[in-house]
């Protein structure tokens, strides 16, 4: 059977990038959705602060991560020497997704990785779906 | 005290076996309050995976009506530890209960300073070291192989997105900016034109970045002694340092707090000599 991701949550707690509204309707529907995962307060200040227990949250399978932007989460991990696994780690963006798609993406069981890997540019930004 | 590589408090929500459920209203609630107050939560359930536990101090919470809390599996010998009984505890005593556990297992406690500082994005980074010869305050530095990194993420002024303008490359990020790329999102082709905007910088600051501020650091001085009136000479800094700020989007406190002229002077040439011995050693022999 394959591995089941586990759930990380960033509150983004000192800051108000991240829309006061998904990140509380998140938090809200994976308390009702009755899953096991873990919040953290900031990943920021974590990284900052080399907090170990970045490493704990890395180092258990593969993970889906609540936060936001791909690209800045997998080098604030980095930053902790705390890397994501680059195959193991899929990160949504609270910052731009709804507070469904992501819940959607966090109770689905299947991962998809997303962790940039390499130069990102704006060609591998996901592009929008064509309408038919 | 210095918290950096100290673990902070992770409590654990447990409704397993041996305790009450917590209704999801409530584990709402206290995960809430707790984040809000700095601390990680694990909400655990049977069966289920959360990260593993390792030595961080553990609070587990846990409504047990006619039992001790359950022995917690996948600690390290030496691991702090500690449960308690919330039942009948609301969100605000279990913030509290925390707080409390916090101090008892000596964690490092967060959440004093808005983590604002730069974050390298190694993938686009070349080493260039214009970030360390820009930063007066110390931000950056070099490790033992020459490669830039951030070493002082508290000497970073709050809000302060200038060096990530002039790295050529867009590789510096700060999460918590608004707008990308700087704060993480996809770089796009009129962000990798980057020259353009260090040159622009540079050009609004009259070809020198350290001159320019030494000299309006000078003229708001010269000022302030003829005039001797500190408000007067406090509103004139402030509006020849409005252009600069809102061009290059530097909090005006940031500008404001500038040291003396010749503090600027020496710290600039500090930097700009360490970034040129990294790029020294970078240089392969002839």
Known sequence: ?132 | MAVKDQYSLRVVLYDGDGAQPIPASDRFDATTALLEKGFSVTQAKPGQTVSPIGSAPLLLLGRFANTDAPEIAGTVPGSRVVSRNILGVDAAGISALSEAASLELQAARFGEWKPWFPVIDYDRCTNCMQCLSFCLFGVYGVDDAQKIQVQNNDNCKTNCPACSRVCPEAAIMFPKYKAGPINGDVVSNSDLNREKMKIDISALLGGDVYSMLRERSEKAQSRFSKERDADKALKERQKCLVKLAQSGDIPPEVLMSLPSPDEIARRAEEAKAKAAAALAHQTPPA
């Not at chain 1, 990038?17 to 938090?27: D, F, H, Q, R, Y």
């Not at chain 1, 992501?102 to 689905?108: F, G, K, M, Q």
Request: hydrophobic fraction near 45%.
């Open chain 1, 1 to 132: 059977m394959a591995e089941v991701p586990r759930i990380l949550y960033c509150h983004c707690a000192y800051a108000q990038v991240v829309p006061a509204e998904v990140k509380t309707a998140v938090l809200r529907k994976l308390c009702d959705a009755g899953v096991a995962f873990d919040a953290v307060p900031d990943l920021c200040e974590m990284s900052a602060r080399q907090d170990p227990n970045l490493q704990n949250l890395v180092s258990g399978g593969c993970v889906k991560i609540a936060a936001c932007y791909p690209r800045a989460v997998k080098w604030l991990f980095a930053a902790a020497k705390a890397p994501l696994p680059p195959d193991g780690a899929e990160v949504l963006n609270m910052r731009v997704q709804t507070a469904e798609e992501i819940v959607t993406a966090l109770l689905n069981t299947g991962l998809q990785p997303n962790v940039p890997q390499g130069k990102v540019t704006a060609e591998d930004a996901p592009q929008p779906v064509a309408a038919t």
